[in-house]
């Protein structure tokens, strides 16, 4: 059964600061890994996918990585801001018809002014 | 395209009561996903379909859960004879499914209260 962990739960940095968000994983034969944004009482917005034959993803301030083999992907915020703040969820999808996926609970970042 | 809709945004019901609730998804997208979130955690998977086809079904869903896409295109979930524990938030998603790079979209979700 796969399992996903976030550490920490919570992070609280002060603005400007970079950052790095953990994800690890049980079982490494994964489709797919995909991380979240989640802003309290809303629906999840995508920030990055790396699918399972690549390394990283980068959009903007975001950098995420992917390594199989050692069942880690973190997510890697530069130049933080406080509009950065809400919980980042990571989640990965099976290596078959990449339909059920398992979620991490994630990493409630506060970015403080 | 707007994103996915979800409706309604919050249902209140008594337990015991029936309730369903609507999910439209991303025109194009062939995917549709329905999760449960509760406070502190991350979501959890119930089903999803392709198109039509229902192809798989989580373990934690109950009989009391049904869902359907009848068109492949909205999807309805509905709960029968609610209980306090089915108080949560249920999130859909949709992807467009071919090859390997898909990504999934969420919808703001319906926070449901059992009372």
């Known amino acids: 059964k796969q399992e996903v962990t976030q550490i920490p739960a919570a992070l609280s940095v002060p603005e400007g600061e970079n950052l790095v968000l953990n994800c690890s994983f049980t079982?490494?034969?994964?489709?797919?890994l995909q991380w979240f944004r989640q802003d309290p009482g809303k629906g999840l917005t995508s920030l990055l996918l790396?699918?399972?034959?690549?390394r990283e993803q980068t959009s903007g301030r975001l950098n995420a990585s992917l390594d199989k083999s050692s069942g880690r992907s973190t997510l890697y915020i530069a130049a933080s801001q406080p509009g950065d703040s809400a919980t980042y969820l990571c989640?990965?999808?099976?290596?078959?018809?990449?339909?059920?996926?398992?979620f991490g609970d994630g990493t409630t970042l506060t970015v403080k002014p | 395209d707007t994103g996915v809709s979800q409706n309604p945004r919050h249902k209140i019901t008594k337990r015991g009561q029936n309730v369903t609730f609507r999910c439209d998804p991303i025109?194009?997208?062939?995917?549709l996903y329905w999760y449960r979130q509760t406070l502190g955690q991350g979501p959890e998977f119930l089903t999803y379909?392709?198109?039509?086809?229902?192809?798989?079904k989580s373990r934690l869903l109950s009989d009391r859960f049904s869902a359907e896409r009848p068109k492949g295109s909205f999807s309805t979930l509905e709960i029968q004879r609610t209980e306090q524990g089915d108080s949560a938030m249920y999130l859909c998603?949709?992807?467009?499914?071919?090859?390997?790079?898909?990504?999934?979209?969420f919808g703001p979700g319906t926070r449901l209260t059992v009372t």
């Open positions: 998603a949709s992807s467009f499914y071919l090859g390997a790079n898909y990504e999934q979209y």
């Open positions: 079982d490494s034969a994964i489709y797919n």
């Open positions: 790396i699918q399972s034959s690549q």
């Open positions: 989640a990965v999808w099976r290596n078959t018809n990449a339909g059920k996926s398992t």
């Open positions: 025109s194009e997208h062939n995917r």
């Open positions: 379909f392709q198109n039509e086809a229902q192809l798989e």
